[in-house]
């Protein structure tokens, strides 16, 4: 079983930055695809950003492109997510996935099925 827990969320001016991470326990995150969503309220979920077990190859939403960016790092077993120039309508609840498929079918498919984090909000004042 994995269990996926977020750290990072906070309020922050708009231009302003944060950085999320996700910590990992019970299987190693090497053996799948980690990637980020984020819920506003009243709205779905939506896929924001995915990377690949290798941490070669990185998928971004049209609206964070340039502007968040994903990393991994498999020794600490814990990812991250690099948010920059944040706007109001960045304010969700980011939550952290794991997925066994590779990371440009969660891209395509803009949704999981597997393992959730319990979520950390980002509030973006303007």
């Known amino acids: 079983q994995v269990q996926l827990v977020e750290s990072g969320g906070g309020l922050v001016q708009a231009g302003g930055s944060l950085r999320l991470a996700c910590a990992c326990s019970?299987?190693?995150?090497?053996?799948?695809?980690m990637g980020w969503f984020r819920q506003a309220p009243g709205k779905e979920r939506e896929f924001v950003a995915v990377?690949?077990?290798?941490?070669?190859?990185?998928f971004y939403a049209d609206n964070v492109k340039g502007r968040f960016t994903i990393v991994r790092d498999n020794a600490q077993n814990t990812v991250y997510l690099q948010m920059n120039s944040l706007k109001p309508e960045d304010t969700a609840v980011y939550y952290c996935?794991?997925?066994?498929?590779?990371?440009?079918?969660?891209?395509?498919?803009?949704?999981?099925?597997?393992?959730w984090g319990q979520g950390t909000q980002v509030t973006v004042s303007s």
């Open positions: 996935n794991a997925d066994h498929r590779f990371a440009r079918d969660v891209y395509s498919s803009k949704t999981s099925n597997d393992y």
């Open positions: 019970g299987r190693t995150i090497s053996n799948y695809a």
């Open positions: 990377i690949s077990r290798a941490g070669v190859t990185t």
